[in-house]
């Protein structure tokens, strides 16, 4: 345990309220969080405290101007009983990217990987063993400096807490071609994992959901015409023998499982092409049977399958995936890797040794 972390332990546990056969996603909360402040211009020693609420003022910044970003990562059960932290430090350069676009203060490396380490050793039990469910964890930064102007805050809360989750989607999915809203338009917020996007996205979402779909494909904010990202996941298909997927702009987010499955593809031999995707491409594609699969990548979703496509209000149907597609074969290559039942040759898995 990293010795520079004070633990103050919950009198009891809420572990054996949780059904771990049937876990919605974010709805339990493990028993303890990491919180640490910064004012004064510095970050200061984060504490592991038990989980449970904050007092906060009405007036604080994040609430009304909005600064306010979080990390969404895993935590997995290996087969030797240790646990493994999923890229860490990619996650850790990702906040601090997010952090610097809305103008908050970095973390301090040595202070996220400290925290998020003790936290997970002193909430170990809640890291799930069934294949498929994992331990989610949310890093959260939000400005707390109590004041009406429009500034900059001085004063920040950093807050991790983890959440055992089981499949994210149960089926695959039914996606919407975006044609009016706009998720994100270059030199925005849209690189950045900042509240505003989520929010920003849930009225587009729910009438998608009023229509029959279960996400909306978001397309680039100037034309209507090129791909962007597919609900709160990256996008990727399988088009001419080729896993494309769109090139990162600054309104798209730089996902780790997006990197993550580019880097894998890489190593099954399959030719990747991180280029611009047009709705023209998909349609040629799918008149010429070229285009085999298309799935969803995050941290929460791993990879979704896509079933549906709906351009230009027409449903375009994918092949159904199978135990030879691409998405399923480096899907279970990058669970494997998360168990320690394959070599992690990349270095992806931050080891918390259970003794
Ligand atoms: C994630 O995949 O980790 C996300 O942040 C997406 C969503 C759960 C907000």
């Not at 055992?164 to 917020?189: C, D, F, I, N, W």
Request: glycine share 8%.
């Amino acid at each position: 345990m990293a010795a520079s972390i004070p633990v103050k332990k919950a009198s009891s546990s809420r572990i054996s309220q949780i059904d771990f056969n049937n876990l919605e996603f974010g709805k339990h909360i493990a028993d303890h969080m990491s919180i640490a402040d910064y004012n004064k211009a510095k970050w200061h020693t984060p504490q592991i405290i038990p989980y449970g609420d904050l007092s906060m003022s009405p007036a604080m910044l994040s609430l009304h101007y909005g600064q306010a970003i979080f990390e969404g990562m895993k935590a997995y059960k290996m087969n030797d009983g240790n646990l493994s932290i999923f890229r860490i430090h990619k996650h850790h350069e990702r906040l601090n990217k997010s952090l610097s676009r809305m103008c908050m203060p970095e973390i301090p490396h040595d202070l996220f990987i400290d925290a998020l380490s003790t936290l997970l050793e002193t909430d170990r039990a809640w890291v799930p063993q069934k294949d498929g469910s994992s331990l989610y964890i949310r890093p959260l930064v939000f400005a707390s400096e109590a004041r009406l102007g429009v500034k900059v805050s001085d004063e920040y809360k950093f807050i991790i807490m983890t959440s055992p989750v089981g499949p994210y989607y149960s089926k695959p999915l039914r996606v919407k071609v975006e044609e009016h809203y706009v998720r994100a338009a270059e030199g925005g917020t849209g690189v950045a994992k900042c509240a505003g996007n989520y929010g920003g996205a849930f009225l587009p979402t729910q009438q998608a959901r009023e229509q029959g779909f279960d996400q909306v494909l978001w397309t680039d904010a100037r034309d209507h015409q090129y791909i962007d990202e597919a609900g709160t996941m990256n996008i990727m298909f399988v088009l001419d023998g080729k896993l494309v997927t769109p090139q990162l702009t600054s309104a798209i987010l730089d996902g780790v499982t997006r990197d993550s499955i580019i880097t894998l593809a890489n190593d099954l031999g399959l030719p990747v092409d991180e280029r611009r995707v047009s709705l023209t491409d998909l349609i040629d594609g799918f008149n010429k049977g070229t285009l085999t699969e298309a799935f969803g990548t995050g941290t929460a979703a791993i990879v979704a399958p896509i079933a549906v496509i709906h351009i230009h209000g027409k449903d375009y149907t994918l092949p159904k995936v199978g135990a030879t597609s691409f998405q399923q074969r480096v899907k279970q290559k990058l669970h494997n890797i998360r168990i320690g039942a394959e070599p992690d040759v990349h270095q992806w898995n931050h080891i918390i040794k259970i003794k």
